[in-house]
């Protein structure tokens, strides 16, 4: 009775399951097909767009020489030098062509003609004129050596920006790999649901095995796409951020590489921190303000301070006067004159002085930020570190783990086909598997990524 009523059951519900397997089967073909464009290496939307695939050390040639940020460093060198070429000119002599024509009449003068008018008279002069200063209270020296801290600055950010380049680029790189990873992993285990869904249907025909069963691999295969969709937009979003920082203009880019790795024992703390203090960028680019910063106050201060400067001229100059035949004349010759000036603004209202309080607090400002920066330093080395030990030792632990998960599926599946395995079983297993995989490319990540943060941290990424 009970075997009767097992194929009744079966017998009601044949007609319905065959098109219920036509709609499934229909549905894993086309989720299929975008899957099979992305191992491909193309997208179904673009099969004529070319990708151009780059190693890591090609990534970051690539940056060294496109990257906006790297682009714009070097344009900022260029202002710094322009700042420099101009504080320097206030040192050096400075030169001017001056020229003058024109006419006058002043009838106040006409006493010293003898006549009740004063004449015209026309003049013209052509001189060159030269000034130079000879102290200024140290106000030209401190602001050419600001200018030449300012060189050293823009040193700085282009050091610091080629190496966060580094960083950034070998994290998104790795993000690529790690997305990869991941793909394949949830790939791997749609195609191990969709021969369960098969061997389910074949059990079934073989009257071995229930319409739940079937109907229960069939849900299994269908939860296994989500995954698989979210790796492969994972994957285009990663190589999109990677195209972004090599500054390719949108063009596609994807990477050819491992997530596998040889360990290195990084440096200790106090290595890694006096690698920091010595080469960190950043810190040296603070230093400098800082030096901008002092010569800044001694400029302020020399506001009010007594200034010598030479100043002189040399020419030639024309006169005419055409008044009447009595008083026509004209003449012409060189003229110069040359003297020492002295300007002492003794007082201005106390001007100088606010200056030189703002200049100090400002100084003060950069050492407060120096000191920040140095703490903030150390706690990203003390970080990176820790980050680098945690993925080192995940990384060693499942090293071996993901061989062992695989096995056992093998051997789930195996169980399950004949029947010494129930389902429960073979989904932890599966299950045990995508986790190891997944926790493995995660950790060879972080590996990579706690790896060149470190280097950051130390200011050698990439030097």
Known sequence: MKNFNVRRIRSNISEPRSYRNIFYRVLLTFSVAPLLCVISGFTCSVHATEIRTVTMDEAISIAMEKNRDIEKAREYARYVEGKYVEERAAALPQLSLNGFAGMAKDNSQSVMYGSGTSPLQYSRSADIAVS????????????IRAAEAGLKTAEDQLRLFRQAAVRDVTTVFSDVLLAKE????????LEQKKRLLEEAERRFAAGTATDYDV???EVAAQNAFPA??????????ARHQLSFLLALDGQNVDVSGSLNMQFTNPPDYDQALKSAHSKRPELADLRHRIGIY??????????????????????????????SPALNGSSNGSAWNAGLYLSFPFFDGLRANGKTTQAKSD????????ARLLESIALEIRTSRDALKEATDIVRALSGTVRQAER???????????????????????LNLVQARSYLARA???????QVNLLWAMGVAGE
């Open 132 to 143: 130079q200063p000879l102290y200024t209270w140290g106000k030209i020296g401190a602001a």
């Open 182 to 189: 991941l793909h394949t992993a949830a790939r791997e285990n």
């Open 215 to 217: 109907l229960a691999a």
């Open 228 to 237: 698989t969709i979210r790796s492969e937009n994972a994957i285009a979003a």
């Open 294 to 323: 002092s010569e800044l106050v001694t400029i302020a201060d020399a506001e009010n301070k007594p200034r010598l400067d030479f100043k002189g001229n040399a020419g030639w100059h024309w006169l005419d006067i055409r008044e």
């Open 363 to 370: 100084l003060r400002s950069k050492q407060i930020d120096e």
């Open 408 to 430: 056992l599926v093998q051997m789930a599946e195996k169980g399950y086909e004949f029947g010494v395995k129930i389902r429960l079983e073979l989904d932890d297993a599966q």
């Open 444 to 450: 060879q990540r972080d590996y990579r990524v706690a």
